[in-house]
């Protein structure tokens, strides 16, 4: 993790154009569904972030060969040799547990240390093992790894504990290739499932449901590579509607699916943000504060999580009194000591949060703690007097591609330092 940090000069309203990336969150199980034929898929839009890095070492490590051709990734999935991803790889890159469906799928038997938690939670995996065993794969959990096999897949009844979207791809992934047919209740809906639908029916599956609750897979004997555009990242496209909103400036998101932001849109606009949406675009252009407002995070198509931290951020400088809840996840407040710093006024009882707007925010010394974390002390800190030092940048390096020059293209101030001083 580099030490690298941001000096952020704030109160300067952002104006003009900055386009989405392709989604981390559908970017990464789109790479390990590639494990599923013999021969090499190509992948556009594939975000060049620190977690997609990971993914490809990994998918490398099991013997993929991996390259960059223009925009697009290439994945050549020919030839697997390796079934065993250690604790190394697991700490580094959590999401390869997404690594199980495919290579049980396609080999029959994987091992993986137990990815563990990280800042906002234990993150456990009960769901993606239960709906595995359901489709007849064995699994043993011992000396902190995750062994499991099967004599053959075959097709299930499996219904969800909770909507999970790791559990979710991780079934579909290991369901095309069973035998019969899978239903999943309850299944996650989150657009990126939708795109791993997508992706795997041009490989040959027979996937459909994503987006509604019940997922039917009908499996087939084998799938071939096939080609895909990554979805755009529809919490990058939330949090630049956000630095918007917070520097009163007037932001053109370029590159977004609206309807994957209907939430984020609708809670915006009932804060009394100024949103034009058009076909792949959302203009924002606010004039005078925001109004506070209540948020509680759910699973798609509710508020999403992953802008909870960025909205807090901008809830601080509303007018009037707002609360969160966050019912995703046990310890996503990581960042409310950190916005303090910045002078926000915010109490914490357990997963609810209290936000009293203030006039404004001060520049100070925060660190990011986890992405989303990161995102949001960085919108904190382009609306805040003075200077603010964002330490641990490596955070929001995870999920947001070419940050700086997106944002300096938007009139922000701002610049990289790494640890020998010297400006990146
Ligand atoms: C995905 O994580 C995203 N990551 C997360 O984004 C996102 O916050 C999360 O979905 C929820 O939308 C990727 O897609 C790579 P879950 P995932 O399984 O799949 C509980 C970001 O910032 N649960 O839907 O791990 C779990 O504890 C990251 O980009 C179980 O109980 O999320 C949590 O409370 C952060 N048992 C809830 O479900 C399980 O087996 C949601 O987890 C699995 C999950």
Redesign the pocket.
């Known amino acids: 993790m580099t030490m690298d940090r941001y000096v952020i000069t704030g109160k300067q309203a952002l104006s003009g154009a900055i386009r989405v990336s392709g989604a981390?969150?559908a970017s990464?199980p789109l790479l390990t569904a590639t494990l599923l034929a013999e021969g090499t898929s190509v992948l556009f839009d594939v975000p060049q972030l620190a977690d997609v890095t990971h993914m490809i070492e990994v998918l490398e490590h099991l013997g993929c060969q991996a390259r960059n051709q223009n925009e697009a990734v290439l994945i050549d999935a020919g030839s697997l040799r390796e079934w065993v991803v250690d604790e190394e790889l697991m700490r580094r890159m959590r999401?390869s547990n997404l690594i199980l469906g495919p290579i049980l799928a396609r080999h029959r038997r994987v091992k993986i240390a137990m990815p563990g938690g990280c800042a906002?939670?234990?993150?456990?995996?009960?769901?993606?093992l239960k709906g595995l065993k359901d489709l007849g794969v064995q699994v043993k959990e011992k000396h902190g790894y995750i062994e499991a096999w099967t004599d053959g897949l075959q097709g299930a009844d499996i219904y969800l504990d909770?909507p999970?979207?790791?559990?979710t791809e991780n079934i579909m992934m290991a369901a095309v290739l069973a035998k019969g047919t899978t239903l999943v209740h309850n299944a996650?809906r989150?657009p990126?499932i939708v795109d791993l639908q997508n992706f795997l029916n041009k490989m040959g599956a027979k996937v459909r449901g994503a987006g509604m609750d019940v997922l039917r897979i009908d499996g087939v004997e084998s799938l071939h590579p096939a080609e895909h555009t990554v979805i755009p990242d529809r919490?990058e496209a939330g949090t630049h509607m956000i630095a918007g909103v917070m520097t009163q400036g007037d932001v053109l998101v370029e590159n977004v699916i609206p309807e994957h932001l209907e939430p984020v849109i609708a809670k915006l606009r009932q804060a009394g943000a100024n949103i034009e949406v058009y076909d792949d675009s959302i203009r924002v252009r606010q004039r005078g504060k925001i109004k506070g407002v209540d948020i509680k995070t759910l699973p798609y198509p509710g508020f999403?999580?992953?802008m909870q931290p960025q909205f807090m951020a901008m809830l601080a400088i509303a007018e009037g009194t707002s609360v969160i809840t966050e019912t995703?996840?046990e310890n996503r407040f990581q960042h409310v000591d950190e916005l303090r710093r910045l002078g926000a006024q915010i109490r914490v009882d357990g997963r609810t949060a209290v936000i009293r707007g203030v006039e404004t925010l001060e520049g100070a010394f925060v660190e990011a703690t986890d992405?989303?974390a990161g995102a949001a002390l960085f919108l904190a800190a382009l609306a805040a007097e003075e200077a603010t030092v964002l330490e641990k940048v490596a955070h929001i390096d995870r999920?947001y591609e070419n940050l700086e020059e997106k944002y300096r293209r938007l009139g922000a101030r701002l610049r990289r330092v790494v640890p020998n001083n010297k400006e990146a």
Request: hydrophobic share 40%; no cysteine; glycine share 10%.
């Open positions: 981390k969150n990464l999401a906002i939670g234990s993150r456990p995996m009960d769901q993606h909770v999970s979207v790791g559990a996650a989150e990126e919490i999403p999580t992953d995703i996840f992405l989303r999920g």
